[in-house]
């Protein structure tokens, strides 16, 4: 029997091993994780945390070392950028400029017409001018501007003013101050870029008045603030299973961009004819004052007389009355990629004062022996004045203008076309003038960094004014010619405080005898501090 059993066993196991097996029987047990193995992973965990801890400390700590940098430039550039001294609660900033000048002169020898006064190729010291601003806090202070004149061997108070800005949000402004200061036409240096001022400015609105002065800001012209959402920082991912295959090369992260558009432009990121987002502003100008009195002032360098035109003079001693009323509503508006655009309409309202009507009568009369009037402005008593005019600035912003172009180029914020236009219509007693003038410039900046990171940027700068009297031109009274004015110049950058002016000035005259050779070169030399 045992032997039996044996047999059919041993037959049972044999037909047993060719009967088809359970696939998933047929596979091997997988073997438990070594300790080994345990070990590795866990030590692998434990790198990946501590790199982690470790980028995102460096992001943190990055982080403020940025806002501490961007606080202590801040605050360095508000107290040490043109130098403070503190006294009690209020803080003291003192800054100027320096201004070197070379001209050269077309030489004019005519006993009629006038004689140029230095007709050589000279050097000249311009000015030297402080610029003391005292801050009493509450957004109130007093400025002013001194002038140290060594060819005049004076020091003048060019400007002097107790002054209060006022800022409700970012749609209301009011700035008010009273002293000693240009008319509110003589809107910066968008007006003004060449060192020779426009014929207009010299008739209008170079010389100062003691006036009360106020704008109004309702708007902005670049809209709402948008703000965008700040993206957290990614912590990096966990490493891979080192028994896991091998990944593809993956793409780098995109770097941040470097020249950013904060950078590059201050323009609106509103649609340009959203009106809803960004209605633009509105400006308004009010003054009153004593006004100004009637004189003469040189075109250009040369203090010779046929220079000489009919201005508005500053007044501080006599007759003095609070009689000038000035008015003044302006639009301004950022249309994104199609610019900015600034207008603004202004009137004046005056009397003519003692001293501006014997000016009148006398320096822009010819008499005969007797006394009477044989041309010129004569006898009239007439006291009326009035300055009506316009004027209009346009800026295109290099980002927009050169936008396929922007990697080639290092274009900053304030690189672009800039454009403006004035007009004014004068009456002063019997007394008509009326004029206008358009300027045109590029600022362009230079890739960081040129020359050792001198040269910033150049500006080119083209301009074009007439002045035209009413009246019959009289040869030997330079202020009733009509003239013409051409310049063209630029600024070059060296430095962010050291600036080199270039211009070149044609001047033409209708003197009622014939031309006039009174061309002029400037170069000037300009220290800020």
Known sequence: MKRRLLTLLILGGGMFSFLPRDPLLAQPRERPASRESIELRLQELEQWKAETEKTQKKEIEKEIAKEVKKSIVEAAKEVYSKGVITIGAAELRLGGKLELNFVDTESEHDSLLGTTDNPD??????????EPELDVGKAVGIRGQLDFRPDRGNTLLKEMSFFHDWKHEWWFRTESQIGLDDRFIHIGPSARLSETYPLLGTAFWRDEEIALMWKGTIGNKRGAKVEKPVKPAKAPKPPRRRSAPAAEDEAPPALEEVNGRASQTSSTEHEPFDFENNPGALVLHFSVGDGHTLGVKEIG???ANLQEIVQDDRNVKTGLSL???GFGIGYERDFNFLGELDFLFFFFDNRLNQDSIDFLQDGLTVRDLAGIPTAGYGNSEKDYQKRIGFSAGYHLEAYHLL????????????DGLYAFFQYIDAQDGNLDRDGWYVQGSYRLSFPKPLIDNYFHYVEPTVRYGVLDVRMDQVPSLPGTWDRRQFLVGGVLSVTKKIYIKTEYVFNRESTGAGAVDSNELIVQLLINF
């Not at 190729?121 to 000015?127: A, K, N, S, V, Y």
């Open 323 to 325: 009689r000038e009323l």
């Open 403 to 414: 936008r396929d172009w922007l990697d080639l180029m290092d274009t900053r914020k304030g």
């Open 301 to 303: 360098k040369d203090q």
């Open 121 to 130: 190729p000279h050097l000249e010291f311009d000015r030297l001018r402080l």
